[in-house]
Structure formats: C-alpha cells, structure tokens
C-alpha cells in the first residue's frame, strides 16, 4: 500500500471524485491531474505514470534484504525513466 497521508505540493489542487475499486480511483486521479506538469505529452505522460506505480507498487521478495530490495526498485525505475 502507498502511504499518502502528508504528501502535499503547491502545484497540485485537492480534488474530490466518488469513491471506486482502488485502480478507477488511480485512474480517475491521475487524469484529473495529467498535463499539470507538462514534460511529456498527454498519452506519455500517462503510460508513464501508470508503469511507474506498478513499479513501485512491488513487494519484497521472500529471502531479498531490505537494501537489495531498494536496490532492485531503484534500478526498476531507472530503467523506466531512462536515467
């Protein structure tokens, strides 16, 4: 689970929207904010977006120590991001 409690930024505004099964309300939130931001395109930005929280959304595998587990998610986004 994605703990989002005190995550804040001046360059988003609240939004409120029915309550859904958990990825329509992903959905409906990440396109209620796409293009806020504008360092890709619209589809782009929303394909990335969508791959980055199923990256991140990973679990620790049985045996993996926490810093290998970092690791590995680190390199997951990395290789998404192109960095």
Same mark, same amino acid.
């Given at each position: 689970?994605?703990? /989002?409690? +005190?995550l804040?930024? @001046?360059? #988003?505004? @609240?939004?409120?929207?029915?309550?859904?099964?958990?990825e &329509?309300? *992903?959905? =409906?939130?990440?396109?209620?904010? $796409?293009? +806020?931001?504008? !360092? #890709? &395109?619209? *589809?782009? @930005?929303?394909?990335?977006?969508? /791959? !980055? !929280? +199923?990256? $991140?959304?990973?679990?620790?595998?049985?045996?993996?120590? %926490?810093? &290998? #587990?970092?690791? =590995? %998610?680190?390199? *997951? %986004?990395?290789? $998404? $991001?192109?960095?």
């Amino acid at each position: 689970m994605k703990n /989002t409690s +005190q995550l804040e930024t @001046e360059s #988003f505004s @609240e939004i409120k929207i029915a309550a859904a099964p958990g990825e &329509d309300t *992903e959905e =409906r939130i990440i396109q209620e904010h $796409l293009q +806020q931001i504008k !360092l #890709f &395109d619209a *589809e782009t @930005e929303l394909q990335l977006t969508k /791959t !980055l !929280l +199923q990256a $991140l959304n990973t679990a620790k595998k049985e045996g993996e120590n %926490v810093m &290998d #587990f970092q690791k =590995r %998610v680190e390199q *997951e %986004v990395g290789k $998404l $991001l192109g960095v």
